[in-house]
């Protein structure tokens, strides 16, 4: 159902995990607020399957192994990014020593030499499950840009592969990606990754698991270290992105009204907004006001507010 309200649309979005009212920003000659939901469960929609925020992690003890994401979908579940067997091992199978970076997750011991072949033997790679939830058909579509930070002596290439069910066999996505030569905290921005042309990523029906393993090799020494890295840019660091549709929702969330409706970017001050809402269930996770790039993508969207409270209002400011 859209109702139609002026200068902007409004739509109802029902999900029984994280709730989310989004805005989208157009420069036209003003910039129109454009607040949207996703209209019914029972169609498929754009979701957000799992994000993670690397700024200001825990990284004692190299950080925590499984990484559990800060959001995840109600239609999937996920423990979150866990280290190979090799990974803080030495290739003679000794634990390595060294401090991890900050903001950042992964580890060395990469170590041992060879190409894909070698490094999978040594257990070289990170991993992480999904599991469809029950009644959901999910499609993996993309792996949004991400950072990736490595040392002089870390691993030079990686491959990503994909398997469907736990001991399905794995399937490489596209060729191997070479890191890039900046070891800073600078990092290597890495483009984002297609998956919505693999068949076998999509309409995946309830209980099925996917997993992805990004495999790496070409360090020169155990001590040589490689992260996920976080992003220069605000917002979440290291995303999935996908389709979802079915479920039985809880919880509904009702867009009241959005203060103001239309404002226009004429200085290099902050535009303030006031989004109200209601909801009818149990909701499960915080609402949070989004806000899309200029070119409307939720894909690493800016969080501007968000809100504990069932029913209420968020104000925020719309960055210059």
Do not use: H
Not at 145 to 174: C, D, E, K, L, M
Not at 257 to 272: D, E, K, M, N, R
Request: hydrophobic content about 35%; some cysteine.
């Amino acid at each position: 159902m859209k109702t139609t309200l002026p200068n902007f649309s409004n739509f109802t979005k029902k999900k029984s995990s994280k709730t989310v009212f989004r805005a989208i920003f157009c420069f036209f000659p003003a910039l129109a607020l454009l607040v949207t939901g996703l209209v019914s469960p029972a169609y498929a929609q754009t979701d957000t399957l799992a994000t993670w925020e690397l700024t200001g992690i825990v990284t004692t003890n190299w950080g925590a192994s499984p990484l559990p994401a800060q959001s995840t979908s109600s239609a999937v579940t996920t423990d979150g990014w866990l280290r190979g067997s090799g990974v803080l091992l030495n290739n003679l199978g000794v634990a390595t020593t060294g401090s991890p970076a900050g903001n950042a997750w992964g580890g060395n011991g990469w170590d041992g030499g060879g190409g894909l072949d070698s490094a999978l033997f040594r257990g070289d790679f990170v991993s992480i499950s999904f599991v469809v939830a029950a009644g959901q058909t999910v499609g993996f579509t993309e792996i949004p840009a991400y950072n990736v930070r490595r040392s002089s002596s870390g691993p030079t290439t990686g491959q990503w592969q994909y398997s469907i069910n736990p001991n399905g066999t794995f399937v490489n996505i596209g060729g191997p990606i070479t890191w890039g030569s900046t070891t800073t905290a600078t990092g290597n921005t890495q483009p984002a990754i297609t998956l919505s042309a693999i068949s076998d990523l999509q309409n995946l029906s309830g209980g099925s698991t996917v997993v992805f393993r990004l495999v790496n090799y070409g360090a020169t020494s155990s001590g040589g270290t490689w992260y996920f890295n976080q992003l220069s840019s605000a917002g979440r660091d290291f995303t999935f992105m996908g389709s979802t549709s079915g479920g039985n929702p809880s919880a509904t969330l009702t867009l009241a009204s959005v203060t103001p409706s239309l404002f226009c970017a004429i200085s290099a001050g902050q535009a303030s907004v006031t989004a109200n809402y209601t909801s009818t269930g149990t909701l499960t996770a915080p609402v949070e006001l989004q806000l899309s790039n200029a070119q409307g993508s939720f894909a690493n969207p800016t969080v501007l507010g968000s809100s504990s409270s069932a029913t209420g209002s968020i104000t925020a400011f719309i960055p210059a």
